[in-house]
């Protein structure tokens, strides 16, 4: 009930702005809804787990939370998707299928269509569907959101917590997303930041295109190891010195 109170704000907030008709904002809401896999960052209000943990979804998401965020829990979940029929879509489709006919907001509907992948052996916990690998983490920060991405879009201020790493940005929107080439490629990062009010973010790492699961537990380790000192750093002071 919560959830769906909360999501027809979203719409009537959008038919201010917009003039739009109530189906109009809804049907906006609803397909924009759904990015091209994986998130990067969740919204401060309901953040998941980062992908590419090497645990698979069901185990590091309980029933009680997926429940209150999305109105089932994960056997509900799969039973209804085994229904219509979701192991013969595709990742987007059963997403997009998620978020249009049960409004599962759009991060949950990633978090609910990577679950059931994994449980019904489509992937591996790690492993994008169809194959290639990730990694990843995700750390909160008590710093200004402006601030945590500032850690990753200033080279000085990145070489601190990330030294001896050679990046290339692709794109940088401040202060939501930061993405880059690693080492030359071909892997690359997608980093998400959301606020968590005025005085704390989240940041979320996804590092793409691995080759194996070895590197994928290598990687998880090192961005655990990573973001725990960008963390000391930034929560310290030392930043500014």
């Keep these: 009930m919560t959830r769906q109170?909360?999501?027809?704000?979203?719409?009537?907030?959008r038919m201010d702005k917009t003039g739009e008709s109530y189906t109009a904002a809804r049907r906006h809401l609803l397909t924009g809804a759904v990015a091209a896999e994986p998130p990067t960052a969740a919204p401060a209000e309901s953040t998941p787990p980062a992908p590419g943990s090497g645990a698979a979804q069901a185990d590091r998401i309980s029933d009680a939370l997926l429940r209150e965020r999305t109105g089932r829990g994960w056997d509900e979940w799969f039973a209804l998707l085994d229904e219509w029929g979701a192991?013969?879509?595709?990742?987007?489709?059963?997403a997009r299928w998620l978020?249009?006919?049960?409004?599962?907001?759009g991060w949950w509907a990633q978090t609910v269509t990577v679950g059931y992948e994994q449980a019904r052996g489509l992937r591996a916990p790690g492993q994008r569907r169809g194959g290639g690998w990730e990694a990843g983490g995700s750390r909160t920060v008590a710093v200004p959101v402006d601030r945590l991405f500032e850690a990753f879009s200033d080279d000085g201020l990145r070489r601190r917590w990330l030294p001896d790493v050679a990046i290339r940005?692709?794109?940088?929107?401040?202060?939501?997303?930061?993405?880059?080439?690693?080492e030359g490629g071909?892997?690359?990062?997608?980093?998400?930041f959301a606020p968590k009010g005025d005085?704390?973010?989240t940041v979320a790492v996804v590092h793409e295109k691995l080759t194996d699961a070895g590197q994928a537990a290598a990687l998880k380790a090192y961005w655990r190891e990573r973001l725990a000192a960008l963390?000391?750093?930034?929560?310290?002071g030392e930043a500014g010195r």
Excluded: M
């Design 5 to 13: 109170k909360s999501f027809k704000s979203r719409v009537r907030t």
């Design 87 to 94: 192991v013969q879509r595709t990742h987007t489709e059963t």
């Design 99 to 105: 978020v249009t006919a049960h409004e599962v907001p």
């Design 169 to 182: 940005v692709r794109t940088a929107t401040r202060p939501k997303t930061f993405r880059a080439d690693w």
């Design 186 to 192: 071909p892997t690359r990062i997608v980093v998400g």
């Design 199 to 201: 005085t704390k973010a």
């Design 231 to 236: 963390k000391q750093l930034l929560e310290s």
